[in-house]
């Protein structure tokens, strides 16, 4: 329990209506989008501005409370939960654009503006931001960058990391710094935009970002390919990245995710389909005609059984309505969902199919892959029910053996979710142990009194 007399001053810094006390309230903010993590803060906190963030935070390091930074809470590796309680503080009304800047074609956010309203404001001046995490209609800036997220377009475009330029960052003994610039090269020393950057808010409070923007391409085309063997599918992304065109999404879907997508809203999906990669080619009107031909053309040279080319713009938007309704159906599946975000070489997605099938069968649990094939980025995701103690003991048994197999592969743990509180018991198998001693001394130096979102990406000294 926090004491009162915190929260008379954190009423003082931020105002009455931006402090929340109430079990109902704080039961909000105890969870985030994994199924399986949950704890309560001892109250929650909406900072209107950095100097709000800084006051909070030195009152936080001066009598060593917690604070977890959270914005839409929709992280699958439980990076928002307030695992030691404490304060949550939560950015979503920090939620300004503050400038478009299109003649230099960058950007600067607040870390509660939604990516969904950021690309609707870009959208008008031709602009958009190309990592697009699947969540998009509700992760908020913050978040993405803390978890240097990334989506489908990120074949092509690179992920959040590449797009950031500079940030305005509140250090957890409340020093407001700014990291970076507005230029697109900087060499000015060590880089600590890219420390803040997918530091999972362990760090420092993202309060301002200064991003780079791109024009929205002239055209696009989406191609649904069907596949009747789901490691096959997986082959076909390195044959057609190889063969020289680059499309901007490349999209896996097992066959449990399509028969779960079609069960929640019929799209037809062909439901008999080992899986579906599916294309989007975007660029000039000609190139664009160019590169969907050629996908096509490698896809049933490397055993498609079906090339859809998407007729309109209606045909493509339902193909990629059901991929970003494909996480939510993995995630509304089971009680307890352990969803994978191993990343492998290209050339080793099918070797990584084969192995999630043979691990899991063999324990008879039930699961799904989907994912960013074209970055090598999979989520096999393994259901269960963690109240059931044998279930839930075989599928993380499981889900260990995928991570020790990936990294074989020359994979890492995590390529967009990050490590959290869900995977930072296989941190020491996928991280050359002085590095990891070399991130905690870093961590020590910037957050002396480790009060910001204490306990997450490696394990403390009584866990291990
Ligand atoms: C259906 C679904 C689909 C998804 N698809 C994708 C996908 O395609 N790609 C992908 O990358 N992710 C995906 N995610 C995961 C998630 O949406 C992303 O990690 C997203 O970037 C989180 O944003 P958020 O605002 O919800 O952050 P939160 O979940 O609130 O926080 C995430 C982390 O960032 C920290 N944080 C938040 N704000 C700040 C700040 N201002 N300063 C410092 N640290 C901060 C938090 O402490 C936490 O560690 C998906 C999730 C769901 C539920």
Redesign the pocket.
Known sequence: MIEKRIVDELIRIVGKDDVLTEDEDLASYSF??TTNWVHKPDVVVFPTSPQEISEILKLANKRRIPV?????????????IPIKGGIV????K?NRILKIDKENLMATVE??V??MDFNVALAKEGLFFP??????L???????????????A?VKYG??KQYVLGLE??LPIGEIIEVGGVTMKNVTGYDLTML?TG?????????KANLVVKPLPQATKTLMVVFDDVAVAGENVYHVLSSGVVPSKIELLDNWVINSIERLQPMGLPKDAGALLLFEVDGVPEAVEKEAKQVEEVCRKYGARDVRVAKDKAEADRYWTAR?AG??A??SAAPTVLAE?VTVPRNKIPDLIRKVDEVCKARGIEYSVIG?AGDGNLHPSLLTDMRDKESFQKAQEAMGMIIEYAVELGGVLS????I?LEKKKFLKKAMDPIAIELMKGIKKIVDPNNIL?PG?IWEEAEEA
Not at 89 to 92: E, F, G, N
Not at 131 to 136: E, L, R, T, Y
Not at 138 to 152: D, R, S, Y
Not at 199 to 207: A, D, P, Q, W
């Open positions: 985030d989008g977890t930074p959270r914005g839409a809470g929709t992280n699958v590796s439980g990076g928002s503080l939560c950015t979503t920090m870390p509660g939604v990516l990592p697009d995490p699947q969540s998009f509700a992760a908020t800036m913050g978040g993405v960058i803390a978890e240097n997220g990334g989506g489908p990120c992920v959040t960052v509140v803040f530091s999972e808010g362990t760090l420092g409070v993202i309060s970003r996480f939510a993995v995630f975000d960013h390529g967009e979710h990050g959290g979102n997450k």
